[in-house]
């Protein structure tokens, strides 16, 4: 069935400097959503993308949907402290439908920024 | 605008007991979907209402179950709690669902079983 791998787990980085993760499948999607959560809350979106090759940016956050459709890329530039979460891609779920109503979640990557 | 909705916000409850949970969507979103969320198993589906119709349901047994409201508002059940069944739970609401419709969260509940 469909698997979303996102690496690296965790990071530790400096305040100011940037950041990249992904997110790979073996199956192709046609929708890949970056989320971030925050302890104790429900996640947020960032960034959806649609379209394969698609660059979409939200501030100092920049998310690219793979040629392939089997992949995405989360970039954060110039990091903050407030970055700190754990950000998910997730993409719909076409064991149960496909669409944004059920999504297939990665297991997320856990940002931590020193000061 | 105000967001996603959830009650209770934390809730303990027995083994053995049943459980109802409770979800708000965003004004004018017509798709809810419910997640289960463990530190081991990450964010799941459980199932999504539309219409007051079950559209689709993710592989949980019967003990989880759920119904929504005209007013779009949506309600999930657990019977015959387990100690698994420990998790945040959250809503999240889309307008129609679809691939294109962005779907946005609750803050969750944090269900405890002991």
């Known amino acids: 069935g469909q698997q979303l791998n996102q690496s690296p787990q965790s990071m530790f980085i400096q305040e100011g400097e940037d950041v990249s993760m992904n997110c790979t499948s073996s199956?192709?999607?046609?929708?890949w959503l970056w989320y971030k959560q925050d302890p104790g809350e429900g996640p947020v979106l960032l960034i959806a993308l649609y379209k394969a090759g698609e660059l979409t940016s939200n501030g100092r956050l920049t998310a690219q949907f793979g040629i392939t459709r089997k992949d995405s890329f989360l970039n954060i530039s110039a990091s903050i402290p407030s970055d700190v979460g754990i950000y998910f891609c997730?993409?719909?779920?076409?064991?149960?439908?496909?669409?944004?109503?059920?999504?297939?979640f990665g297991k997320g990557t856990k940002l931590s920024v020193k000061p | 605008k105000a967001g996603v909705t959830q009650t209770p916000r934390y809730l303990i409850k027995t083994r053995g007991q049943q459980v109802t949970l409770s979800c708000s969507p965003i004004s004018g979103h017509r798709s809810v979907s419910w997640y289960q969320q463990t530190p081991g198993q990450g964010l799941q589906f459980l199932f999504e209402?539309?219409?007051?119709?079950?559209?689709n349901k993710g592989n949980f047994p019967g003990r989880f179950s759920g119904r929504q409201f005209s007013n779009s508002r949506s309600e999930m059940n657990v019977s015959t709690l387990e100690l698994g069944d420990s998790a945040l739970y959250l809503c999240a609401s889309s307008w129609s669902g679809d691939l294109d419709t962005e779907a946005f969260f609750g803050q969750g509940t944090r269900l405890t079983v002991v």
């Open positions: 997730a993409g719909p779920d076409f064991n149960y439908g496909g669409s944004q109503g059920n999504l297939i």
């Open positions: 199956s192709i999607f046609n929708t």
């Open positions: 209402y539309f219409s007051e119709t079950q559209r």
